[in-house]
């Protein structure tokens, strides 16, 4: 059974920061590219950053660019820090993985997802 159980999300003010860390279990994917999603109320989800595990390769959505950074710490966990937060950074988080080295920000790519965890970003 494959899991990604993602944890840090939270409520903070406009300009903070949080950091959140998705760990997978029932396997590693070290030959896995590992994205993050989000999803606010009413809205589509929509892409925020990926990581490849081969090559390094990082991929942001432009609203993200520059406050938001993903890790690939190993090959079970990913963390996304995010910084000078605004209100509408407000969403369910998701973690994501799929197969190949590919960045995709295309939701329907990715085989596999966690749960969620809700950020509140307060002005």
């Known amino acids: 059974q494959v899991q990604l159980v993602e944890s840090g999300g939270g409520l903070v003010q406009a300009g903070g920061s949080l950091r959140l860390v998705c760990a997978a279990s029932?396997?590693?994917?070290?030959?896995?590219?590992m994205g993050w999603f989000r999803q606010a109320t009413g809205k589509e989800r929509e892409f925020v950053a990926a990581?490849?595990?081969?090559?390094?390769?990082t991929k942001y959505a432009d609203s993200v660019k520059g406050r938001f950074t993903i890790s690939r710490n190993n090959a079970r966990s990913v963390s996304l820090q995010m910084n000078s937060l605004k209100p509408e950074d407000t969403a369910v988080y998701y973690c994501?993985?799929?197969?190949?080295?590919?960045?995709?920000?295309?939701?329907?790519?990715?085989?596999?997802w966690g749960q969620g965890t809700q950020v509140t970003v307060s002005s």
């Open positions: 994501a993985a799929r197969t190949g080295s590919y960045p995709s920000a295309l939701p329907n790519e990715y085989d596999y």
């Open positions: 029932g396997r590693t994917f070290s030959q896995y590219t």
């Open positions: 990581a490849t595990w081969i090559g390094g390769t």
